[in-house]
């Protein structure tokens, strides 16, 4: 297992989430909608806190955009597939055509095996005996153990990584840094954060929603007072 980096938050088992480089706060959303009437400030007042909050809830989205948040994420391939999809931000991933996978894989802790109860629709999820918790993980710990050295004979062999890699699962975990301005983000905690998103997804966006609250605090309760939509 690679070694934790000393900034980085531990999400599920071995992956994690840094936040690799920031340039926000809450008085470039101010000083974006003021330059209309060519005006700035060089520090937040109560009216550039009021002003924030009328973005917000006029949806004015644009002022939210003049800032970036660049995060370095481990995650198993198929949190990082739910994450791909939002679009409005850039990633850049691991290749495991140019580097060997590592036998880092996703086991759920007994807690977070769950059975599906439901319609499609209106899904819920509830836990399940410790006896069957167990069972799924040392199955899954098994798969994984026969599709890694599956993989590790096929390299041996001389079969291109690009090639042996097709018989990793989804479990498999990535590395990815993503950069995204706060209009996006917002986006992504609203669908991320919610009690419908994944649990494992809904994890790691748990962990960037404290970063992002940090960094902008009034654009946060903002957000928040406007029923976490994204504007
Ligand atoms: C609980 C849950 C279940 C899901 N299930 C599925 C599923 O079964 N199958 C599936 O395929 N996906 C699924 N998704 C993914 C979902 O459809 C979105 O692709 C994903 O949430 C990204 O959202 P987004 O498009 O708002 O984000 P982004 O791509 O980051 O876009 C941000 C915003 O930019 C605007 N935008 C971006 N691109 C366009 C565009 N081309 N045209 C117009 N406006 C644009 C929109 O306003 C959008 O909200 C699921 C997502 C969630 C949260």
């Known amino acids: 297992m690679p070694e934790l980096p000393d900034d980085a938050h531990r999400v599920l088992d071995l992956g994690f989430v840094r936040l690799d480089g920031v340039m926000a706060s809450d ?8 330059v209309s009437f060519g005006r700035r400030t060089d520090a937040m007042t109560d009216a550039d806190r ?28 198929f949190v990082a597939r739910e994450w791909f999809r939002h679009r409005i931000g850039s990633f850049n991933e691991f290749s495991m055509r140019y580097a060997e996978a590592t036998d ?36 899954l710990a098994s798969a994984y153990a ?40 917002m986006n992504f ?21 404290q970063m992002f609250e940090q960094h902008m605090p009034v654009t946060y309760e903002a957000w928040v007072e406007n029923d976490r939509i994204a504007p």
Request: glycine share 4%; hydrophobic share 40%.
């Open 189 to 209: 905690l609203s669908l991320r954060s919610h009690e419908a998103a994944q649990f494992e997804i809904r994890t790691y966006a748990e962990t960037i929603e």
């Open 146 to 185: 026969s599709a890694y050295s599956t993989y590790r004979e096929l390299l041996d062999r001389g079969v291109a990584r690009e090639v042996a890699r097709v018989v990793l699962p989804v479990g498999a975990y990535t590395e990815f840094y993503w950069t995204v301005n706060a209009r996006a983000l």
């Open 27 to 34: 008085l470039s959303v101010a000083n974006s909608a003021r």
């Open 104 to 139: 880092d894989f996703y086991v759920p802790a007994p807690e977070a095996v769950r059975t599906q109860v439901g319609k499609p629709g209106a899904y819920s999820f509830e836990t399940v005996s410790p006896e069957l918790a167990e069972a799924t993980r040392e199955t």
């Open 50 to 77: 009021g002003l924030v909050r009328f973005l917000m809830r006029h949806r004015h989205g644009t002022p939210f955009e003049h800032n970036a948040f660049r995060f370095h994420i481990r995650t198993p391939i």
